[in-house]
Nanobody
Framework: QAQLVESGGGLVQPGGSLRLSCAASGFTFSDYRMSWYRQAPGKERELVASISSAGFFINYADSVKGRFTISRDNAKNMVALQMNSLKPEDTAVYLC?????????WGQGTQVTVSS
């Protein structure tokens, strides 16, 4: 059974950093594109960053370019999101997603709150 478990969220002051991790199990991780999405209250789910199965192709939302870095370790079945220079508007539930063709798995999400 496929499972994605996010960790690393929390409360941080503006300008601070957090590192999110997503541990995958139950499927062939290295075959899947991995992405981080976020959803703030009252807003639509937004793609934050995505990395191809072998890690060669990466893309970011314009709002996080230069501040966030996505990475993956196929040997450990993990994907991470390093978030620097955090802003209050980054506050959201961050979700990990694994996708291949028409198949997709989602984690439960981890809350990130940026506030002074």
């Amino acid at each position: 059974q496929a499972q994605l478990v996010e960790s690393g969220g929390g409360l941080v002051q503006p300008g601070g950093s957090l590192r999110l991790s997503c541990a995958a199990s139950g499927f062939t991780f290295s075959d899947y594109r991995m992405s981080w999405y976020r959803q703030a209250p009252g807003k639509e789910r937004e793609l934050v960053a995505s990395i191809s199965s072998a890690g060669f192709f990466i893309n970011y939302a314009d709002s996080v370019k230069g501040r966030f870095t996505i990475s993956r370790d196929n040997a450990k079945n993990m994907v991470a999101l390093q978030m620097n220079s955090l802003k209050p508007e980054d506050t959201a539930v961050y979700l990990c997603c694994a996708a291949r063709n028409s198949n997709a798995y989602w984690g439960q999400g981890t809350q990130v709150t940026v506030s002074s």
